[in-house]
């Protein structure tokens, strides 16, 4: 729960969070944020893990964005984290468990990532 005195009535907040999967936590947020008298502005993550959301083969963010009308940001996705990994092990002068944490991933998007 959101302290009484946290948020004032028609107040805009920035949701900030580290991650999103499916959206849940957003949804969560957007509850508290409204309950409390203030104004979900938009939301910032550290990582987009860009999966498919709940309700859609849309990713998690854009199911977000689309139901709140709100900006969504993220700083990372997982595509970048994959091609840093990639770029890395096509640097790397010793043996590394790259190869298979890489295969690893990509198989995880394959499978509930958006694709496209």
């Known amino acids: 729960e959101i302290h009484k005195d ?5 107040q805009r907040v920035l949701i900030v ?3 999103i999967t499916a959206g849940t936590a957003a ?5 508290l944020i409204t309950r409390a ?3 979900p502005a938009g939301l910032v993550l550290i990582l987009d893990r860009q999966e498919r959301g709940k309700d859609s083969p ?17 700083i990372l996705t997982f595509g970048d984290l994959l091609n840093f990994l990639r770029m890395q092990a096509a640097v ?3 043996d590394t468990a ?8 990509e198989r995880y998007h ?3 990532g958006v694709q496209g």
């Open 6 to 10: 946290a948020i004032k009535y028609g």
């Open 17 to 19: 969070d580290d991650v």
């Open 27 to 31: 949804e969560e947020s957007v509850q």
């Open 37 to 39: 008298g203030g104004i």
């Open 58 to 74: 849309k990713s998690a963010m854009q199911e977000v964005r689309e139901k709140y009308g709100f900006p969504v940001f993220s």
């Open 92 to 94: 790397a002068d010793r």
């Open 98 to 105: 790259a190869p298979e944490i890489i295969a690893a991933m």
């Open 110 to 112: 394959i499978e509930y």
